[in-house]
């Protein structure tokens, strides 16, 4: 009893390259991998309000302007991009809307969220730049 | 034992909802705060280059974001922690996915311990940073 695991876990064991057996699976495995540049990014910020913390602002805006970092934040950005299509095409798969006789499809989920993204995105800039 | 069992589902419930909403907010926010940061503000582009012609409009940098008011710093604030605890909570949960299953606990340890303190800074220096924010 003292050894038994407190809940079942029903998990396959894979093989590190299962993930290279086919198209799907690599393309999962590329939208993981996006959640590395999420975290590293929103680590390096951390670390920008640390210098300017303990230094000062333009030691926080140096780094903003630093080439690697703009680079990679660049990269960041794109994977951001990938991360949040990826994540409006599930969320119409996951939760279909029922309209009537049809369901909604998981593509009009992602264009009606990339829409909503453009609004936040600009909503965003207007209330905490522009205003 | 049922009882210690339904509490762990329920820890595993609430981190898992935590992550669904991490991923919101890295999908609706962080793509913004990474174009103003990393695109706008070194290349002068809007909303931080003054239109052309323009010597009187005010001249803003990312620094706004943190001290400019109350609301920047929340903005700063909800995206970083959303995204840093999205992006490692999935970035460890794919390494279990490549190979390192029996190292699980320890990515987990290791995991949560990058989430916490990177939270708990981020608050520290956003209260030391923001002027509208109660000081410490």
């Known amino acids: 009893m003292e050894n038994k695991k407190r809940y079942p876990e029903l998990r396959r064991r894979l093989s590190p390259g299962w993930w290279t057996a086919n198209r799907h699976y690599a393309m999962y495995m ?23 913390a303990t230094g000062s602002r333009a030691e926080f805006l140096n780094l903003l302007k630093n080439p690697a970092v703009v680079g990679f934040s660049i990269v960041a950005l ?22 009537g006789r049809s369901t909604t499809k998981p593509w009009q989920a992602l264009i009606l969220n990339l829409i909503l993204l453009l609004i936040v995105s600009y909503l965003a800039v207007w209330l905490v730049v522009l205003r | 034992m049922k009882m210690e069992t339904h509490k762990v589902a ?42 052309s012609g323009c ?9 706004f974001l943190v001290i400019g008011h109350l609301l920047g710093a929340l903005f700063v604030f909800v995206t970083i922690a959303g995204s840093l605890y999205h992006g490692i909570f999935r970035f460890q949960s794919a ?13 987990e340890a290791v995991g949560y311990s990058i989430i916490f303190a990177g939270i708990i800074l981020l608050a520290y220096y956003l209260l030391v940073l923001n002027p509208s924010l109660p000081a410490l």
């Open chain 1, 78 to 99: 794109v994977f951001t991009m990938y991360h949040a299509a990826t994540w409006f095409y599930l969320l119409g798969a996951i939760s279909p809307v029922k309209i």
């Open chain 2, 55 to 63: 010597l009187s409009c005010p001249t803003r940098d990312p620094s």
């Open chain 1, 30 to 52: 590329v939208r993981e991998w996006t959640s590395l540049f999420v975290a590293l990014y929103s680590l390096i910020f951390i670390y920008g309000l640390s210098l300017w």
């Open chain 2, 10 to 51: 329920r820890l595993h419930a609430i981190l898992w909802g935590i992550f669904s909403l991490g991923g919101m907010i890295a999908a609706f926010l962080l793509p913004v705060l990474i174009y103003m940061t990393a695109i706008a503000y070194p290349f002068g582009l809007w909303p931080f280059g003054s239109p």
């Open chain 2, 95 to 107: 390494l279990t996915e490549v190979g390192l299953l029996r190292l699980k606990r320890g990515l």
